[in-house]
């Protein structure tokens, strides 16, 4: 009997590990992360991709053709990086590809907070403001490429198309983001990128889909 109670506690824990690494610890994988062994690791699943295709291609047909930004706006942004006219530029540009009035739209930037979301989307009267808290310096293009995310965020939202579960919805937005032409910035905006902090070497990245995701959602794209 005590055999048997022992075996019973056992596979009870084993299974307790088990549904912790399923239902949390993978979803803590597949956060963005701050260097580290995982910082390769996104979002890549096919079943998740291929079903936020189909929703995407449901509601707005065809994909859009590709998204590049313009020399004017990238000239400025080497030079300046945080300048908010060129982002407004690029969000207006980013909108105007969807098809969506550029002038409804207004960026501005603020010094990357702890615990603040790097981008959000709020009412402001008639105006949407798209807040960005970012240290853009060292990744232009990830700055880029979390504004196209917002973006699209707020645009599948007004056209009425959200999914309740949080790891759903921003695997379907950055599959978006892809499918509405930008995936050359979201693919450079969201590779992981190597910088020194503090005097040490340091490995980074944002975003859900990680670049094997999105070249699968481009691969897909192609073939339809």
């Given at each position: 009997m005590l055999f048997t109670d022992t075996k019973r506690?056992?596979?009870?824990?084993?299974?307790?590990?088990?549904?912790?690494?399923?239902?949390?610890?993978?979803?803590?994988?597949?956060?963005?992360?701050?260097g580290g062994k995982n910082v390769w690791q996104g979002i890549s699943d096919p079943e998740l991709i291929d079903e936020a295709l189909r929703k995407l291609a449901s509601s707005f047909g065809a994909p859009l053709p590709a998204f590049l930004v313009p020399a004017t706006i990238m000239n400025i942004l080497e030079r300046e990086p945080g300048s908010e006219y060129a982002l407004n530029l690029f969000l207006q540009e980013v909108a105007g590809h969807c098809g969506y009035n550029r002038e409804k739209l207004v960026l501005r930037m603020f010094p990357a907070k702890e615990k603040t979301p790097p981008g959000r989307i709020s009412k402001l009267g008639s105006t949407f403001l798209m807040?960005?808290?970012?240290?853009?310096?060292?990744?232009?293009?990830?700055?880029?490429?979390?504004?196209?995310?917002?973006f699209c965020h707020f645009y599948l939202d007004s056209s009425g198309i959200e999914l309740v579960n949080t790891r759903e919805n921003e695997i379907l937005t950055d599959t978006a983001s892809v499918y509405f032409g930008f995936g050359q910035v979201m693919r450079e905006g969201y590779r992981p990128k190597f910088s020194v902090r503090d005097g040490q070497n340091t490995w980074s990245r944002i975003g859900y889909l990680d670049v094997k995701g999105i070249d699968y959602v481009s691969e897909k794209i192609g073939m339809m």
């Open positions: 506690t056992i596979l009870t824990l084993i299974g307790a590990v088990v549904l912790f690494y399923v239902f949390v610890g993978r979803k803590l994988l597949e956060k963005p992360v701050d807040e960005l808290h970012m240290d853009n310096g060292e990744n232009i293009y990830g700055v880029l490429a979390v504004i196209v995310h917002e």
